[in-house]
């Protein structure tokens, strides 16, 4: 389905009928390959109200680096080098569905 969503979209798209699925499927092809520290399983975000011009914290929550900082990136398809990544339970469900729409 993904594949024949694609082409689909890129045929609309050719003829001057964008859509929004083609622009989903844009978006998520790279992250459900890619190993980006944002789809990390160990990811934790949140919020540290007590600094105040960058109050985003990304805490890793893996055993061996618990409670640090991620060490990212988190850059747009720039995939991490982190030798801890895990997909999350996102990335798995997302992975799972682009294999049943090959099949
Ligand atoms: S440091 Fe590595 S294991 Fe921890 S959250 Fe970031 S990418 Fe995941």
New binding site residues.
Partial sequence: MYKRDMKSAQQLVLAGQRTESYHVAMLERPRATEQL?VD?R??HRTLDSSVRDDPYR?I???IV?DGSN???PFLENIE?T?L???PNERLVTRRAQIERDRA
């Fill in positions: 520290a990390c160990w990811l990304m890793c929550q893996h680096r991620c060490v990212g991490t982190c801890l990544w895990e």
